[in-house]
């Protein structure tokens, strides 16, 4: 059973008035047998302090994305890192004009990223981890087979060069892919990426369960290879995406050019955004297809009522809505 607290605030006034929010994104595979006592403590600090966003606790560690002032992200990090599990927990900045999320909830979960595939724990055995400088290096050796760890609509706006796609639609659909395509005795070097560095690490936790050897995975993941290594260096191509109202970032962790859909949540590039089947807040060329004339009908007129509500400097429920759904991830790490 998942059980979760949500502690709402909303303050209109705030993402207009406040800028360089800090994005902290977070994850640490630990054991922690004792995780549901964390969650009550660990959201009062949170509140505390400002902050919002989600955390996800579990047996075998902390995964999440929060916001807040950097005395509030400072002081729920020596939060964590006082216990003495998360000491080294790894974590990523990034700035945001507006505050990315409504809500500050900590869930308690069964994985806090969602392999489906019980006893695979990066607290047993993991792959190498490669640093950004020395990822060029690893992945221009033929030998490697590079995968990108991903959904399809991440790898469509941006990946490594050379890299794979599994043509996964959740992280559970990897572990068949490994079987349906991957062979211990034939491909002998793997190496992996995902945004954050967490849905790899778990990854490569499951393709040493397989039987393979020589697997590796990027450190810090793509945000963190954007932000340390240098764009003329870079054999990365396109944008990363996130999950949260930037959509996409580039080299230096730049806000990228893509939207989101808030019908279906894929993004939309400048390009597609100019279709006849976009409309803001209603559909995209992805998904315009897929809705009855009576949902376009009812998604516009919420659309409506969100301008609106927006243009009296208030927020509208459905505008925490779409929010709402740019948070779902498998891979919280933004």
Known sequence: ???HIEF?????AESSTVSHIIVAALYKFASLPDFQALQAQLLDVCVSHGLKGTLLLADEGINGTVAGSREGI??????LKSDPRLADLEHKESFADEMPFYRMKVRLKKEIVTLGVPGVSPNKAVGTYVKPEDWNALISDPEVV????RNGYEYDIGTFRGAVDPKTTTFREFPNYVQQNLD???HKKVAMFCTGGIRCEKASAYMLEQGFEDVYHLQGGILKYLENVPAEESLWQGECFVFDQRVAVGHGLELGEYDQCHACRHPVSPEEKTSEHYM???SCPY???TLTPEKRARVAERQKQVALAKA??????GEVHIKETRKKSPDTQA
């Open 74 to 79: 400072d002081s729920m990090l020596a939060y």
């Open 146 to 149: 590079l995968i990108d760890t």
């Open 184 to 186: 211990p005795k034939k």
């Open 8 to 12: 709402v605030i909303q303050d209109s």
């Open 312 to 317: 009296r400097g208030e927020t509208h429920i």
């Open 1 to 3: 059973m998942i059980y």
């Open 287 to 289: 998904c315009y297809n």
């Open 280 to 282: 803001e807040g209603v």
